[in-house]
């Protein structure tokens, strides 16, 4: 089955530095994702893209956030300025469609640590 | 007001019971409705969707839907140690490429 790829698995950062994390959705997806997760908290949203441009994104997607897909295959997420508050797991997910049963594929993800 | 609202549990059930996880939503337009399992450490993956009124089984897992209550929730039937996951209750909206929203999910212990 095509999976949703995410690299690295782990990233360690220290403060203040520019971290980019990337994903790889499944090859014939148009909706892509990105989700956080802090330890022992809940899956959170943070930026839908659709037809090279965001669609929608949380109050949590602030300016020092950005996505990109540079190129066919890559979909990036840049977080400009790492605060020790940005230490979660982050998923990508991609999904094929928009209809009502369309369902999210999650890559396993990438875990950051900020220092 | 939390859009979507679970208890958290632990909920703890004997192996070959029925586990019952329910969850609510805030939002009245949300149009699809997701069970997710999530294991320690690992990405969520998809149980169950539903987004007509009622009952929709597949194996030993069921998914109630009560829009007019705004309620989901989800019947696992012959629980075995190995559903013992955090479950997500999830929700879409009723626009194209509408966000999925999570719930902060229900921890369920299947003892043997």
């Known amino acids: 089955e095509p999976e949703v790829t995410q690299t690295p698995s782990h990233q360690v950062t220290q403060m203040g530095q520019e971290v980019i994390l990337r994903c790889v959705p499944i090859s014939n997806h148009l909706y892509f994702y990105w989700y956080r997760q802090i330890l022992g908290q809940k899956v959170e949203f943070l930026v839908s893209f659709y037809n090279n441009e965001i669609s929608e994104k949380s109050e949590i997607f602030d300016d020092q956030f950005s996505v990109e897909r540079p190129d066919g295959s890559n979909f990036t997420l840049k977080i400009r300025s790492t605060k020790l508050e940005d230490s979660a797991m982050y998923f990508c997910?991609?999904?094929?469609?928009?209809?009502?049963?369309?369902?999210?594929?999650f890559g396993s993800g990438t875990q950051l640590s900020v220092l | 007001q939390k859009e979507v609202e679970q208890n958290s549990g632990p909920l703890s059930v004997p192996e070959g019971a029925i586990a019952s996880l329910n969850c609510t939503y805030s939002?009245?337009?949300?149009?699809?409705f997701f069970w997710y399992r999530q294991y320690s450490g690992k990405s969520p993956e998809l149980i169950m969707f539903i987004y007509s009124n009622g009952d929709k089984e597949d194996g030993r897992f069921t998914a109630q839907l009560n829009k007019a209550s705004q309620y989901v929730s989800l019947l696992i039937r012959d629980s075995q140690p190995s559903d013992s996951a955090t479950y997500l209750c999830?929700?879409?909206?009723?626009?194209?490429?509408?966000?999925?929203?999570f719930g902060s999910g229900t921890r369920l212990s299947i003892r043997p």
């Open positions: 999830a929700v879409k909206g009723y626009s194209s490429a509408s966000k999925i929203i």
């Open positions: 997910a991609s999904s094929p469609g928009d209809r009502l049963d369309e369902k999210l594929f």
């Open positions: 939002d009245r337009g949300s149009q699809s």
